[in-house]
Protein backbone atom coordinates (compact mmCIF):
# COMPACT_ATOMS: atom_id res chain seq x y z
CA UNK A 1 0.00 0.00 0.00
CA UNK A 2 1.47 3.38 -1.24
CA UNK A 3 1.03 6.14 0.99
CA UNK A 4 -1.71 8.26 -0.82
CA UNK A 5 -3.58 4.98 0.11
CA UNK A 6 -2.77 4.44 2.99
CA UNK A 7 -3.87 8.32 3.71
CA UNK A 8 -7.06 7.49 2.16
CA UNK A 9 -8.26 4.91 4.43
CA UNK A 10 -9.85 6.90 7.22
CA UNK A 11 -11.55 9.10 4.04
CA UNK A 12 -13.32 5.59 3.03
CA UNK A 13 -14.04 4.55 6.73
CA UNK A 14 -15.83 8.21 7.30
CA UNK A 15 -17.69 7.48 3.87
CA UNK A 16 -18.79 4.07 5.00
CA UNK A 17 -19.78 5.34 8.32
CA UNK A 18 -21.68 8.04 6.89
CA UNK A 19 -23.26 5.28 4.76
CA UNK A 20 -24.46 3.06 7.81
CA UNK A 21 -25.84 6.21 9.57
CA UNK A 22 -28.11 6.77 6.55
CA UNK A 23 -28.87 2.96 7.05
CA UNK A 24 -29.87 3.45 10.45
CA UNK A 25 -32.21 6.50 9.30
CA UNK A 26 -33.89 4.17 6.72
CA UNK A 27 -34.57 1.25 9.40
CA UNK A 28 -35.63 3.56 12.27
CA UNK A 29 -38.07 5.14 9.90
CA UNK A 30 -39.21 1.65 8.68
CA UNK A 31 -39.36 0.61 12.55
CA UNK A 32 -41.88 3.40 12.92
CA UNK A 33 -44.37 1.61 10.55
CA UNK A 34 -44.18 -1.92 11.96
CA UNK A 35 -47.22 -3.13 13.83
CA UNK A 36 -48.43 -5.19 16.03
CA UNK A 37 -50.71 -7.98 15.73
CA UNK A 38 -53.80 -8.00 18.11
CA UNK A 39 -55.02 -11.70 17.11
CA UNK A 40 -55.09 -14.18 19.65
CA UNK A 41 -51.84 -15.45 19.76
CA UNK A 42 -51.43 -18.92 19.04
CA UNK A 43 -49.30 -21.52 20.95
CA UNK A 44 -46.27 -22.03 19.72
CA UNK A 45 -43.25 -24.47 20.85
CA UNK A 46 -40.74 -22.33 19.42
CA UNK A 47 -40.69 -18.57 20.55
CA UNK A 48 -41.03 -16.72 17.57
CA UNK A 49 -39.90 -12.48 17.99
CA UNK A 50 -42.55 -9.76 16.99
CA UNK A 51 -41.81 -7.76 13.70
CA UNK A 52 -41.05 -4.93 16.39
CA UNK A 53 -38.53 -6.95 18.51
CA UNK A 54 -36.30 -7.72 15.02
CA UNK A 55 -36.44 -4.07 14.27
CA UNK A 56 -34.83 -3.24 17.80
CA UNK A 57 -32.42 -6.14 17.63
CA UNK A 58 -31.85 -4.72 13.83
CA UNK A 59 -31.15 -1.38 15.06
CA UNK A 60 -29.00 -2.48 17.90
CA UNK A 61 -26.76 -4.29 15.57
CA UNK A 62 -26.20 -1.79 13.09
CA UNK A 63 -25.78 0.74 15.53
CA UNK A 64 -22.78 -1.27 17.76
CA UNK A 65 -21.44 -1.67 14.17
CA UNK A 66 -21.42 1.97 13.30
CA UNK A 67 -19.53 2.40 16.99
CA UNK A 68 -16.91 -0.03 16.27
CA UNK A 69 -16.55 1.41 12.86
CA UNK A 70 -15.88 4.91 14.87
CA UNK A 71 -13.75 3.59 17.18
CA UNK A 72 -11.88 2.18 13.73
CA UNK A 73 -11.57 6.15 12.12
CA UNK A 74 -10.67 7.17 15.82
CA UNK A 75 -7.91 4.73 15.74
CA UNK A 76 -6.49 5.13 12.19
CA UNK A 77 -6.81 9.22 11.98
CA UNK A 78 -4.32 8.57 14.85
CA UNK A 79 -2.51 6.97 13.28
CA UNK A 80 -2.16 9.20 9.79
CA UNK A 81 -1.84 12.14 12.67
CA UNK A 82 1.76 10.49 13.50
CA UNK A 83 2.86 9.92 10.64
CA UNK A 84 1.61 13.26 9.15
CA UNK A 85 3.35 14.89 12.58
CA UNK A 86 6.83 13.08 11.64
CA UNK A 87 7.02 15.49 8.26
CA UNK A 88 9.21 18.55 9.10
CA UNK A 89 7.41 21.17 6.85
CA UNK A 90 4.47 23.14 8.26
CA UNK A 91 3.11 23.45 4.78
CA UNK A 92 3.47 19.82 4.09
CA UNK A 93 1.74 18.79 7.39
CA UNK A 94 -1.49 21.33 6.92
CA UNK A 95 -1.83 20.13 2.98
CA UNK A 96 -1.84 16.66 4.27
CA UNK A 97 -4.05 17.15 6.99
CA UNK A 98 -6.36 19.04 5.41
CA UNK A 99 -6.64 16.49 2.65
CA UNK A 100 -6.84 13.07 4.88
CA UNK A 101 -7.71 14.18 8.26
CA UNK A 102 -10.71 16.83 7.28
CA UNK A 103 -11.59 15.24 3.88
CA UNK A 104 -11.35 18.84 2.14
CA UNK A 105 -11.45 19.16 -1.60
CA UNK A 106 -8.37 20.38 -3.65
CA UNK A 107 -10.35 23.74 -4.17
CA UNK A 108 -10.92 24.13 -0.30
CA UNK A 109 -7.49 23.48 0.43
CA UNK A 110 -6.00 25.95 -2.22
CA UNK A 111 -8.62 28.78 -1.03
CA UNK A 112 -7.78 28.17 2.61
CA UNK A 113 -4.40 28.61 1.33
CA UNK A 114 -4.15 31.11 -0.84
CA UNK A 115 -2.25 29.02 -3.09
CA UNK A 116 -3.26 27.69 -6.98
CA UNK A 117 -4.94 24.45 -7.69
CA UNK A 118 -1.09 22.99 -9.25
CA UNK A 119 0.23 24.37 -6.24
CA UNK A 120 -1.23 22.98 -3.83
CA UNK A 121 -0.79 19.44 -5.88
CA UNK A 122 2.60 19.88 -6.28
CA UNK A 123 2.81 20.33 -2.49
CA UNK A 124 0.85 17.28 -1.87
CA UNK A 125 3.56 15.46 -4.23
CA UNK A 126 6.27 16.35 -2.24
CA UNK A 127 4.27 15.76 0.95
CA UNK A 128 3.55 12.32 -0.35
CA UNK A 129 7.61 11.50 -0.92
CA UNK A 130 8.39 12.69 2.09
CA UNK A 131 5.69 9.79 4.04
CA UNK A 132 6.77 6.83 5.51
CA UNK A 133 4.42 4.04 5.75
CA UNK A 134 5.23 0.91 7.58
Same mark, same amino acid.
Given at each position: ??????????????????????????????????????????????????????? $???????? %??????????????????? $?????????? %?????? %????????????????????????????????????
Amino acid at each position: MNAKEYLSQAFWLDQRINSKLEQLESLRNLSMKVTTSYEQERVNKTKEKSPMENA $IIKLLDLE %REIDENIDELVDLKRKIME $IINSIESDEY %RLVLEM %RYLNFKTWEDISESLNYSYRQVHRIHGEALKMVKVS
